[in-house]
């Protein structure tokens, strides 16, 4: 029989002989009671496993909750920490929220309650979604061997006390890959390099500082990137002198990007290169600042 010593906002975290998976506990509180019972859920403390998944662009720590679903912080190349709640059963209302506490251990009982506040509950198979402030708080807490709790109304009819305990052991020796990983991301994404341009002056394929740092930061992204296909280059001109000049004048622009970047280390089999000339030109060309902003090599990566 399991006993129940103080109410579930005080609650220390049971040992693995108390819970196992899910202890769904109804307690005779009479037909007028709005609480009908209490539904805990974690991982036997002899069970608890946290894994990591360490990617050029992706980080990732795991700990899967018996009956419920999995904990997960993540991190993608170029973003931030997040962490989220993936869960069997779906929340069901919207607006909803959860109480958010790391709790002591049994064996630590003398240490006090840490309380995060509350937190939104989004409808739908991932109910918490933390952003990088509280998913750094979490690693903090679990790194103490606190037990983070998620305390909420359960989504049937909302008359059961739902706790989700994170258990902070077995935690540290992954922690240090996690982190490790996390170092290693490049600081930009994807979508930061997708489309670029850079401009040249008049009758010139000569890169700029700027451009150069561009391109510094392209090749760093493009090194770490293995889904990357190939990286096309288009260069342009404004309309100024012959056309067939002109071409000739694009293809030396587009040229000169891929020199940087292969100089850079970016393999040359990545490459399409082509020029457009003075067609399609990107702004007027009876202005100085519309031939100035035709001037370009535009750079497309492509997955």
């Not at 630590?108 to 918490?128: N, S, W, Y």
């Not at 903090?140 to 109304?153: C, D, I, V, W």
């Not at 700029?208 to 096309?232: S, V």
Request: contains cysteine; hydrophobic residues 40%; positive net charge.
């Amino acid at each position: 029989m399991i006993t129940l010593h103080t109410p579930l906002n005080t609650l220390s975290v049971p040992t693995h002989t108390q819970w196992y998976g899910l202890v769904a506990l109804t307690l005779l509180l009479g037909s007028g009671s709005a609480l009908a019972g209490i539904q805990h859920y974690q991982a036997p403390l002899d069970a608890v496993r946290w894994q990591t998944t360490s990617k050029k662009l992706y980080c990732a720590l795991r700990h899967d909750i018996p009956l419920y679903g999995s904990a997960i912080f993540a991190q993608e190349a170029g973003g931030q920490l997040g962490f989220s709640l993936k869960t069997r059963l779906k929340a069901r209302r919207n607006k909803d929220l959860a109480h958010l506490r790391a709790l002591p251990p049994e064996w630590k009982r003398h240490i006090e309650v840490v309380d995060l506040g509350e937190v939104a509950v989004h409808k739908g198979g991932t109910p918490f979604q933390l952003k990088e402030d509280l998913s750094r708080r979490l690693l903090a807490e679990l790194q103490k061997g606190m037990f983070p709790t998620f305390s909420y109304r359960d989504w049937a009819d909302a008359r059961d006390q739902v706790s989700v305990a994170l258990p902070g052991i077995n935690f540290k020796p992954v922690l240090g890959e996690f982190l490790d990983c996390l170092e290693k991301l490049p600081v930009y994404k994807f979508a930061d390099f997708r489309d670029s341009l850079l401009h040249f002056d008049f009758g010139k394929s000569i890169l700029n500082k700027q451009d150069r740092k561009r391109l510094d930061d392209l090749a760093r992204y493009i090194k770490t990137d293995p889904a990357l296909k190939y990286i096309d280059i288009t260069g342009h001109t404004d309309n100024v002198g012959r056309k067939r000049s002109n071409d000739k004048l694009g293809q030396r622009r587009s040229k000169a990007v891929r020199d940087y970047l292969m100089a850079k280390g970016v393999p040359a089999n990545l490459f399409k290169l082509k020029s457009l000339g003075e067609r399609k030109p990107k702004a007027s060309n009876r202005t100085d600042k519309g031939r100035a902003i035709n001037r370009r090599a535009r750079i497309r990566l492509v997955k």
